[in-house]
């Protein structure tokens, strides 16, 4: 991984111009909303966010699809979560769809939440070559765990999501670029 990290003269640049703030809401849950440089063109980053299939590896949380479905241009997941910081797992119902002004937009349908609502845009910049993502998600259980303790630890849980999301966009860059064109 450290070839491919060393081999983009932009990456940590791009590292430390992530932003991520993360805090309780007076209103009950946490929002988080970030800014993140990815050194792949936009593309690669809708690809890898929109396999559902494969979402749990994009988290260091214990997670499975219970099931997927398509349908009217918006898929809907049953996503079994089972996390140290909450006793058993979680459910979380919801729907994504892609916006027509471009990003995608996860609603809650249902589950062990009080609240769910993700939204990814998708930037280009770089003449294409990069993507600027931004990033918000509000999050409420639905049980008796303190916010600011779900904030500390949905701070750690992002962090890790978007590093694994920047090391499987570079590994799938890679593997583009070393294709016979």
Same mark, same amino acid.
């Given at each position: ?73 918006? /898929?809907?997941? *049953? ?5 140290? %910081?909450?006793?058993?797992?979680? $459910?979380?119902?919801? !729907? &994504? ?41 509000? /999050?409420?259980? *639905? ?5 600011? %303790?779900?904030?500390?630890?949905? $701070?750690?849980?992002? !962090? &890790? ?21």
């Amino acid at each position: 991984m450290g070839c491919i990290v060393a081999g983009w003269s932009g990456w940590s640049y791009a590292a430390e111009s992530d932003v991520l703030d993360v805090r309780t809401e007076s209103s009950g849950g946490v929002k988080a909303t970030a800014t993140i440089l990815f050194p792949v063109e936009p593309t690669v980053i809708q690809r890898i966010l929109t396999d559902y299939a494969h979402w749990p590896e994009l988290f260091d949380v214990r997670m499975r699809m219970a099931e997927i479905r398509e349908q009217d241009g918006k /898929v809907f997941t *049953d996503i079994r979560i089972d996390h140290a %910081l909450l006793p058993g797992e979680r $459910r979380l119902l919801s !729907e &994504t769809r892609i916006l027509p002004t471009g990003g995608f937009l996860t609603e809650l349908k249902g589950g062990d939440f009080k609240q769910y609502r993700r939204f990814w845009k998708l930037i280009s910049i770089d003449g294409g070559a990069h993507t600027r993502a931004e990033f918000e998600l509000v /999050v409420e259980i *639905d049980m008796m765990v303190p916010d600011w %303790l779900v904030a500390a630890a949905l $701070r750690r849980d992002l !962090e &890790t999501h978007f590093r694994i999301v920047k090391e499987k966009a570079l590994a799938l860059k890679e593997l583009q670029s070393g294709r016979p064109q």
